[in-house]
């Protein structure tokens, strides 16, 4: 019950130790910190002086939200903090899926270890001006299970935010869990008196991803947090011809690899070919996929990012994207939505000239 937190043991519907009712509500009947809960002292919470502190040198903090899990909420998270901290932007990176923590492996930052000095705990740096905090530092075998109650998530939470020293930020960027849990109401509390710019919500085309996203846009509206927009990831698989494998099934039913062959064929009777784009649909978006609902829920949409393999294979790398040609199908298409963020969001002139500047 240290610093308001809900003790582990509570009852369900527990109004928290700071309540006024903290003791004496129906929920708490029964509940064996009932008494401790009626007779300490009320008040804020100390801590949440000690977060406003650590987040004043931060200019612009973002969350990264989903509905759902698996729609590419933290290879987002991640490119947009490379791509932001390629423009010469001061980053950080902030991983409070405290289950799932994949961030450290979509930087390259497997294997470190948390450092501490006398001004707090040490982001891990990918670069100078880009620096990330995540839970799978902690961890002392990447296999090992997170199992803790929502309590011990939320203080974990707590300590990254009023413990960690980033120093002077121009973004720090969020990626929060799937859904619209313990962890999402922590975070939003803990910075409500900094504020938050805003979270941008990534999803997948289908229906039964978007109905989720719902609800993640609900959450938003009802605890004041803005929707900066929508992105639709995955949308259609998208790589160039020549990245494609061509197979033809073999007299017993086997796969057969014939792509040298076609390639051949192609260089020979269609060059032009060998420039093309390939583009086909693996979700179904007939009902109008994030676009529509956005219309309909009066949030932006900031557009669809491809199922482009080559993105995938820099998140497994712990790569940007925007290095080198090789995401050349969702690189433009990413640097694109951070741009025109930035440009609608009109964060400060200083900033926009180092956009106009950047490398991305």
């Not at 004041?224 to 949308?235: D, R, T, Y």
Request: net charge negative.
């Amino acid at each position: 019950m240290e610093n308001g937190e809900v003790p582990e043991d509570a009852n369900e519907n527990c109004p928290g130790p700071l309540s006024e009712s903290a003791g004496k509500s129906d929920s708490c009947q029964g509940c064996p910190n009932q008494e401790a809960c009626a007779t300490a002292p009320k008040g804020p919470d100390p801590d949440l002086v000690a977060i406003a502190e650590r987040m004043a040198t931060v200019k612009h903090k973002i969350l990264i939200l989903s509905g759902k899990g698996g729609v590419g909420k933290s290879t987002f998270s991640a490119q947009l903090s490379f791509a932001l901290a390629s423009l010469d932007f001061q980053v950080g990176l902030l991983d409070i899926d405290i289950c799932g923590p994949s961030i450290p492996k979509m930087l390259g930052l497997e294997g470190q270890d948390i450092h501490q000095s006398n001004l707090g705990w040490s982001p891990i740096y990918v670069e100078s001006n880009l620096g990330v905090m995540s839970v799978g530092f902690m961890l002392p075998n990447p296999d090992e299970a997170v199992i803790w109650r929502g309590p011990r998530k939320n203080g974990l939470i707590k300590q990254f935010l009023k413990d960690v020293h980033w120093g002077d930020l121009d973004f720090l960027v969020v990626d929060a869990p799937p859904g619209t849990s313990d962890e999402h109401i922590s975070i939003v509390q803990f910075l409500q008196a900094t504020g938050i710019d805003g979270a941008i919500i990534v999803t997948t085309p289908q229906q039964v991803s978007l109905i989720d996203v719902r609800k993640e846009v609900s959450f938003c509206k009802k605890v004041g947090v803005e929707v900066l927009g929508v992105v639709e990831n995955m949308s259609g698989l998208s790589q160039p011809l020549t990245d494609f494998k061509f197979m033809k099934a073999g007299e017993h039913g086997e796969q057969v690899d014939v792509t040298k062959a076609v390639l051949d064929c192609m260089r020979e009777k269609a060059p032009e070919l060998l420039e093309l784009v390939a583009f086909t649909e693996v979700f179904d978006s007939s009902a109008g996929g994030a676009a529509e609902m956005c219309r309909e829920m009066g949030v932006p949409f900031l557009g669809k990012v491809p199922l482009d393999p080559q993105l995938c294979k820099a998140a497994e790398e712990g790569r940007s994207c925007f290095e080198g040609q090789s995401c050349r199908v969702s690189a433009p298409v990413l640097r694109g939505m951070i741009e025109k963020l930035l440009k609608v969001k009109e964060w400060n002139q200083d900033e926009l000239q180092h956009a106009e500047n950047g490398r991305v």
